[in-house]
């Protein structure tokens, strides 16, 4: 046991999402998803706002996750990849309409079951514990056109069915999950986070507040269920987290930065202390939002919260009150952020911040008490390939590295981590631009945004270099 650094069981691997990676859209009685119908271009952002209605998708419009990088069909030299590396985990996720192909299918689709079943097995026989997401930004279609998805209450009964679906067929292969991927992303994409689209002159805040119970109350009641059916079950939830700085030390601007956070850690505050904090009930009155809900729900919410705090971290975020400095916005996974100018930035904007890894580990930690995960981390980048046919992605290694390094800082500060799994360890499909040259990947996949390429697998440099890191612990970077 070495005391000082990571745990000897320290869960090093790798994240996916099924939206992102599998493709075969329609295949093996799979329903539609929401992402299948957020197109690449123009449209992609105002699909993945809410703004616009569609229950099919267009023709002319090109669907990245329609075929993604067919890891449906090339999961198992994919993974056996991942265990060349030495992974000790695999992040995934359930796609949902795989399961419950309409989401209120009376029965569940057993093709889909005995796929998930075949990649658990092949994990297991490459001794790779699977960590799963149970909804990452996937909502059967259907339940979207008939109950306008998660603004319905209906939805807190599909997906308990499909939780107890899944946690009965795998009980004896998973046993960590998370309930919702991102779940404060339902504020800043809802049609991605919860399959939300607004009618004109709708009250936006309402809907998508009421949706959060809905969901809050449906990752309770499988908490509940998981525990219930699977007494050893890890159960987190997931936040897109990333600390906000105040600009200054002007008290305006550390009030704000407070504000900023709270917005996010209002989900993660009923999952993980159980109850509606005082900040959002206050928010609530002044804003005139009213929550329906049901008896018995605030009990449940208390009752069953989660067993650790899983987050994403890319960039610690900054905050101000100055109007000439709030003109410097930059991109930051869709948060409002200003240019940090302590700071760089990746190809896509997003700032790039190792210490800030340290500093929202130590928050989170301080907060809920509750052991960590790190379940998504990573650099999108361009990666070139040299005449030679290798890749030579120093940049991602050395991004990777300086954030293992803060990591550790973490665990020595007295933060309980379970595990690392940096973000596409096989490059897949950014989910806000949908593009495929943002990649995050170990592994290199030949398709480009166009939807063209082999899809041939090729190792990175930083391959090796990951495979390094694993095999000493986390004491070679
Ligand atoms: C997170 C999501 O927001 O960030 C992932 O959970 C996503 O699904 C990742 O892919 C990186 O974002 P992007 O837009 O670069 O793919």
Known sequence: MNNLGFKENFLWGGALAANQCEGAYLEGGKGLNNIDLCPSGKNRFNVMLGNLESFKPLEGEMYPSHEAIDFYHKFRGDIALFAEMGFKCLRISIAWARIFPNGYDEKPNEEGLKYYDEMFDEMLKHNIEPVVTICHFDIPVALIEKYGSWRSRELVKFYEKYTRTIFERYKNKVKYWMTFNEINMLLHLPFVGAGLVFKEGENKKQIMYQAAHHQLVASALATKAAHEIMPNA????????????????????????????????????????????????????????????????????????VDFIGFSYYSSRCIT?????LKTMTEGNVFETVKNPYLKASEWGWQIDPKGLRITSNTLYERYQKPLFIVENGLGAVDKIEEDGSIRDDYRINYLREHIKEMKEAVLDGVELLGYTPWGCIDLVSASTGEMKKRYGFIYVDKDNEGKGTLDRKKKKSFNWYKEVIASNGEKL
């Open 234 to 305: 890890m159960v987190g939830c997931m936040l897109a987290a990333g600390v906000t700085y105040p600009y200054s030390c002007n008290p305006e601007d550390v009030q704000k930065a407070i504000d900023k956070d709270r917005e996010n850690y209002f989900f993660i505050d009923i999952q993980s202390k159980g109850e509606y904090p005082g900040y959002a009930k206050r928010f609530f009155r002044e804003n005139g939002i009213e929550i329906k809900s049901e008896e018995g729900d605030y009990k449940l919410l208390k009752e069953n919260t």
């Open 321 to 325: 009150t100055d109007p000439e400095i």
